[in-house]
T-cell receptor, first 113, second 114 residues
C-alpha cells in the first residue's frame, strides 16, 4: 500500500541555518504530495503541495519539489527562524488509495536563537 | 473565523465510559475525516465521510463509530473507552475527496482514558 517515510527528529538548528527535511514515498499511480506544519497545541496546517512530477510547492519561504524519479518531496528553507519551530508532516493522497491522505510520522524542528 | 471546530478540547474518561467528540465545519466542504495522533506514529485515519450520507472505515476503526449528521457535522463516538484510546483526535475536512486538495484541520481533542 501507499506509504510515506520522513526523517526522524528532532532536528535542532540555529537561527538562519538551512533546513532540509527528507521525505520519500511509495505509491501506485500519481499521488499528490503535501507538507503540513503543526505548532504546539494546534492542529495541522497545510504548508504547501505539489500535484504532479517536477512541480514545486512553496509558501512562507519553504519549498519542496515533486521528484518522481527518486520518489521524494524534501522540504527546504534557506534561513529558519525561531518561529519555525514545529512538527512537520509529509503526506500523500492518491486515487488508488481512495483519495485518503496518508501521513508520515512527523519531524520535530527546534530552532535556537 | 471559518474553519473546523472541535469540542471538547480536553477530556478525561474512565475505562468503560462512553463519549462523543463533536466536529463542525463552515466551509461547505463535502468530505470529513477523523484521525488520531499518537507519538511517533503520525496521524492514522479512523473513519471518513466522502460526502453527506456516507461513512467508511479507515485504518484503525475498531472501538469507534461515526455519524455524519449533516454536511457540516461529523461526530466520533467511543462506546466503551479503553486506555489504548488515549490520544489526540483531529477532525479534518476537504472540498472533495480529490487528490489535489489538502485538508483543513481542527485544533484537536486531547483524550485521556484512565
Amino acid at each position: 500500500g501507499d506509504s510515506v517515510t520522513q526523517m526522524e527528529g528532532p532536528v535542532t538548528l540555529s537561527e538562519e541555518a538551512f533546513l532540509t527535511i527528507n521525505c520519500t514515498y511509495t505509491a501506485t499511480g500519481y499521488p499528490s504530495l503535501f507538507w503540513y506544519v503543526q505548532y504546539p497545541g494546534e492542529g495541522l496546517q497545510l504548508l504547501l503541495k505539489a500535484t504532479k512530477a517536477d512541480d514545486k510547492g512553496s509558501n512562507k519561504g519553504f519549498e519542496a519539489t515533486y521528484r518522481k524519479e527518486t520518489t521524494s518531496f524534501h522540504l527546504e528553507k534557506g534561513s529558519v527562524q525561531v518561529s519555525d519551530s514545529a512538527v512537520y508532516f509529509c503526506a500523500l493522497s492518491s486515487p488508488t488509495g481512495g483519495f485518503k491522505t496518508i501521513f508520515g510520522a512527523g519531524t520535530r524542528l527546534f530552532v535556537k536563537a | 473565523n471559518a474553519g473546523v471546530t472541535q469540542t471538547p478540547k480536553f477530556q478525561v474518561l474512565k475505562t468503560g465510559q462512553s463519549m462523543t467528540l463533536q466536529c463542525a465545519q463552515d466551509m461547505n466542504h463535502n468530505s470529513m475525516y477523523w484521525y488520531r495522533q499518537d507519538p511517533g506514529m503520525g496521524l492514522r485515519l479512523i473513519y471518513y465521510s466522502a460526502s453527506e450520507g456516507t461513512t467508511d472505515k479507515g485504518e484503525v476503526p475498531n472501538g469507534y463509530n461515526v455519524s455524519r449528521l449533516n454536511k457540516r457535522e461529523f461526530s466520533l463516538r467511543l462506546e466503551s473507552a479503553a486506555p489504548s484510546q488515549t490520544s489526540v483526535y483531529f477532525c479534518a475536512s476537504s472540498e472533495t475527496p480529490g487528490v489535489e486538495y489538502g485538508y483543513t484541520f481542527g485544533s484537536g481533542t486531547r483524550l485521556t482514558v484512565v
